[in-house]
């Protein structure tokens, strides 16, 4: 499997940004997509999941109506839109993909390779 993320860049406080996460390999129709992301001396943390076979979205407390997360089932790729956007938003956000979901960051086995969000206040 394979994660390819896009989007990201500098956006302003309370402006809005938009992740794409395309999978491509051998996908699992029923795998949860996640987004998490780490800022800088921090540890990486849990953001969103999206079930790619049943209406279940999972989020942090800290983008809980702020960010919304969806999916295309057809190109096997999730979104983030960020709205809303707060200094404390900026790190590296990272999408990654599992049969499990969940929260934690161990339950995931296939990574993308990051995508930097900077906000500016």
């Known amino acids: 499997v394979q994660l390819q993320a896009s989007g990201g860049g500098l956006g302003q406080t309370g402006g809005s940004l938009r992740l794409s996460c395309a999978a491509s390999?051998?996908?699992?129709?029923?795998?949860?997509m996640a987004w998490f992301r780490q800022a800088p001396g921090k540890e990486r943390e849990f953001v969103a999941a999206?079930?790619?076979?049943?209406?279940?979205?999972v989020y942090a407390d800290s983008v809980k109506g702020r960010f919304t997360i969806s999916k295309d089932y057809a190109e096997s790729t999730a979104h983030l839109q960020m709205n809303s956007l707060k200094p404390e938003d900026t790190a590296v956000y990272y999408c990654?993909?599992?049969?499990?979901?969940?929260?934690?960051?161990?339950?995931?086995?296939?990574w993308g390779q990051g995508t930097q969000v900077t906000v500016s206040s």
């Open positions: 990654a993909t599992s049969p499990r979901g969940g929260v934690s960051k161990e339950g995931y086995v296939y």
């Open positions: 390999g051998r996908t699992f129709s029923r795998n949860f």
């Open positions: 999206i079930s790619m076979s049943a209406p279940i979205t």
